[in-house]
Structure formats: C-alpha cells, structure tokens
T-cell receptor, first 118, second 112 residues
Framework: GAGVSQSPSNKVTEKGKDVELRCDPI?????LYWYRQSLGQGLEFLIY????????KSGLPSDRFSAERTGGSVSTLTIQRTQQEDSAVYLC????????????????FGPGTRLTVL | GESVGLHLPTLSVQEGDNSIINCAYS??????FIWYKQESGKGPQFIID?????DKRQGQRVTVLLNKTVKHLSLQIAATQPGDSAVYFC???????????FGIGTKLQVIP
C-alpha cells in the first residue's frame, strides 16, 4: 500500500525566502510528526499532531517555523525567512490510532525533503 | 533528550560478528520502546519494539534487551551483514498516547 509521501524531495532556496514542505500521511493515520535531521546527526522533534487535539509545538526552534494539518490528513510545514542553519532533511511520519500488530506507537516515515538554503 | 547539535557515535564491526548497540533513556515512566534503522538517504524504519513489562524480545537476527533499573536499552544483531550498515535509533514513549522521543542514534559500519 501507499506509504508516507513528502514533496518536494529536494528544495533549494535563497536566504530570506519562505518555503513550504508537504507531507501526505498514510490514510487513516491520526498522528503526524515532523522532524529535522541535519547531516550526520540525529532526529530533532519539531511538532506533533494527534487527531483534533491541539498540536504539540514544543520542538519548533523559532517562530519562523509553523505547521498545519488540514482535515486531519495532509500537513504543511512552513519556514519563513529561511536561514542557512535551516538546511537539513525534514522528515514526516504518521502513526495509526489503533493497535496494529501490537505496535501502538510505530511511526512510518516518509523519504524526507532535503532543504538547502543558500 | 534531544539530539540537536551532536555528531553520531560510530560502531564498527566485522562482517559475521555480533553487534550490540546501546541506548540510555531518560524517563523512568516510559512504557514502550522502539528501535529504528535508517539507511542512507531514507527515512527510519521500524525494527523491533518492547514494552516496559518485558526485559527481552527477539526478532529475526535481532534481540532487544531492556534494563529498567538503569534505564538502558540495547539492540543485538546476530551475524552482522553489510546490509546492516545504517544509523540505529532508539525511541521511548514518554507521554501522551503516541508521541515518542528519539535518542541520538548510533552509526553501524560493517567491515567486509
């Protein structure tokens, strides 16, 4: 079946421009996550959506970062006035609500969007 | 905790040997743990999980051990193969229904 998809796969932008990154989760998954991964480093949590609850934004590094999830499905991560330190791979993951083979919290990751800020 | 700004530790093993990747978690209330594998250029993929009421779980060539006393998790890979070369992350469920927190990750290099 279809997995998590992200677009674009690569984005090159100039410093100061705004960018939008898109995530299409697996159909029916109620939880959606955004992470940032710099080259050779670990996963940095950004934001978490769960159903109709208020999102957990505790990982957003600054007010230049925002995300929304429309209709409980597609999510967009927006970075305003991009800086060079924003360059990284942005990963999206979704997770099902119900128990699936006992894996209650397994996250299914997309391939990521590689953002390069010049 | 978060792994921001830190470079990944690396473990090098000879092909055919067993690998042990360690992870220390921070929250004694965490009740569920997962190991993920991330190959170059791809998103992380689920390997194996374990609940806090267990201390060992086995999969195909992989075993996860949980020591709640010292808040330590390990992933053992038997007969390591070149295809096992990847970055391995542990994750703990720390609060809420589904939110998990990822550890720093360990890069496994298999020497042919």
């Amino acid at each position: 079946g279809a997995g998590v998809s992200q677009s674009p796969s690569n984005k090159v932008t100039e410093k100061g421009k705004d960018v939008e990154l898109r995530c299409d989760p697996i159909s029916g998954h109620t939880a959606l996550y955004w992470y940032r991964q710099s080259l050779g480093q670990g996963l940095e949590f950004l934001i978490y959506f769960q159903g109709n609850s208020a999102p957990d934004k505790s990982g957003l590094p600054s007010d230049r970062f925002s995300a929304e999830r429309t209709g409980g499905s597609v999510s967009t991560l927006t970075i305003q006035r991009t800086q060079q330190e924003d360059s990284a791979v942005y990963l999206c993951a979704s997770s099902p609500r119900s128990v699936v083979d006992g894996r209650r919290s397994e996250q299914f990751f997309g391939p990521g969007t590689r953002l390069t800020v010049l | 905790g978060e792994s921001v700004g830190l470079h990944l530790p690396t473990l090098s093993v000879q092909e055919g040997d067993n690998s042990i990747i360690n992870c220390a978690y921070s929250n004694s209330a965490s009740d569920y743990f997962i190991w993920y594998k991330q190959e170059s250029g791809k998103g992380p993929q689920f390997i194996i999980d374990i609940r806090s009421n267990m201390d060992k779980r086995q999969g195909q060539r992989v075993t996860v051990l949980l020591n709640k006393t010292v808040k330590h998790l390990s992933l053992q890979i038997a007969a390591t193969q070149p295809g096992d070369s990847a970055v391995y992350f542990c994750a703990e469920r720390t609060g809420g229904y589904q939110k998990v927190t990822f550890g720093i990750g360990t890069k496994l290099q298999v020497i042919p």
